[in-house]
């Protein structure tokens, strides 16, 4: 069974940096990419960036651009978001989730589309 | 670039079908078929309904159905079950960019 388990809740100081991580298990690891998702207290989705886990290519929301940095390790199967500069209105719950890959004449692409498996979500607290 | 347009809320009673819509532009929805629909319980994860318009993944049953014409891609839920009550998310690629709608909470009378 697939399973992308992320790490605990955390709370941070404006300025700050924040690294979470995201655990996958049940698939092979490299033939799926991984994207991140937030979302803020009431409020709605917001796409973060996304990670092709076959060739480490990303790429990021115009919001995220220079702040956000999505990794992998293929040999845990983790994928990781770290952000900085955090400000308050970077307190949401932050979700990673799975998404697929397609292979072409030019390499193997993301689909950019149909996040299928999604973690449990990681709370970010940033607060003074 | 903003976010999809959604109704906040849509209602019906059960047994009955609720369509709701996901408003874009030629950039994103009207762009390609990578749109998606999303539905989230409260204080869960979301869960993918539909993907590529009109695709099911296996286990969502088959009163979920999706549809686009233009810059409008559309969610309709036939058979209405309380379980269905959930806010749901469109989604839509456009070009090096995800976008969501800002979400429609579906209630079940």
């Known amino acids: 069974q697939v399973h992308l388990v992320q790490s605990g809740p955390e709370v941070k100081k404006p300025g700050a940096s924040v690294k979470l991580s995201c655990k996958t298990s049940g698939y092979s690891f490299t033939t799926y990419g991984i994207t991140w998702v937030r979302q803020a207290p009431g409020q709605g989705l917001e796409w973060m960036g996304w990670i092709n886990s076959n060739n480490g290519i990303t790429d990021y929301g115009w919001n995220f651009q220079g702040r956000a940095t999505v990794t992998t390790d293929t040999s845990t199967s983790t994928a990781y978001m770290e952000l900085?500069?955090?400000?308050?209105?970077?307190?949401?719950?932050?979700?990673?989730a799975r998404l697929g890959l397609l292979k072409t004449l030019f390499g193997v692409v993301i689909i950019p589309d149909g996040f299928d498996i999604w973690g449990q979500g990681t709370m970010v607290t940033v607060s003074s | 670039q903003s976010a999809l347009t959604q109704p906040p809320s849509a209602s019906g009673s059960p047994g009955q079908t609720v369509t709701i819509s996901c408003t874009g532009t030629n950039s994103d929805v009207g762009a390609n078929?990578?749109?998606?629909?999303?539905?989230?319980?409260p204080d869960k994860a979301p869960k993918l309904m539909i993907y590529e318009v009109s695709k099911r993944p296996s286990g969502v049953?088959?009163?979920f159905s999706g549809s686009k014409s233009g810059n409008t891609a559309s969610l309709t839920?036939?058979?209405?079950q309380a379980e269905d009550e959930a806010d749901y998310y469109c989604s839509s690629y456009a070009g090096s960019n995800m976008l969501f709608g800002g979400g429609t909470k579906l209630t079940v009378l």
């Not at chain 1, 900085?84 to 990673?96: F, G, I, K, W």
């Not at chain 2, 078929?33 to 319980?41: C, G, P, T």
């Open chain 2, 33 to 41: 078929n990578y749109v998606s629909w999303y539905q989230q319980h």
């Open chain 2, 61 to 63: 049953p088959d009163r």
């Open chain 1, 84 to 96: 900085r500069s955090l400000r308050s209105d970077d307190t949401a719950v932050y979700y990673c």
């Open chain 2, 77 to 80: 839920v036939s058979g209405l």
